[in-house]
């Protein structure tokens, strides 16, 4: 039997509770998933995301993935549901992962606005942006 994927294999919900020195953590939801899970650096959290979506298979990815050494095993926490960060709250709806990358949207709850990204980097830097302040 083939997997039914939908919107909820596409979102992640990330709370941040803290950033110390540009260095973000908080919890994360990972698609598909109710439960939270912490993070305590954004490539923790990007390389936990990446695992997930990688397990699911969903967005596929464009390309095969290249690493030094077998990443170590993933992490379960029973934190509880996402709610909202202390900080800050962001919803990234994840529609592609091409050119060894991720292309979405990602929604700042608490500022009421919504950009396109088309790299994990840029979504580090409107993630930045959203907490750094104007």
């Known amino acids: ?8 294999q596409r979102r992640i919900r990330i709370c941040v509770d803290a950033c110390d020195q540009g260095v973000i953590s908080g919890r994360y939801v990972p698609p598909g998933q109710t439960e939270s899970r912490p993070f ?3 490539v923790q ?3 936990e995301t990446e695992r997930c979506l990688d397990e699911a298979n969903f967005p596929q990815s464009y390309t095969a993935k290249r690493t030094f050494s077998p990443l170590p095993e993933f992490q379960v926490s029973g934190t509880g549901p996402g709610g909202s960060g202390q900080l800050a709250t962001f919803d990234i709806r994840l529609l592609f992962r091409q050119h060894a990358s991720w292309q979405g ?3 700042w709850v608490e500022g009421h606005s919504e950009e396109s990204f088309r790299s994990v980097l840029e ?3 409107l993630l930045d942006s959203a ?3 104007p």
């Open 1 to 8: 039997m083939a997997k039914v994927y939908g919107e909820a």
């Open 40 to 42: 305590h650096s954004l």
């Open 45 to 47: 959290l990007i390389v």
């Open 105 to 107: 949207t990602v929604s």
């Open 123 to 125: 979504l580090i830097l």
């Open 131 to 133: 907490l750094s302040g």
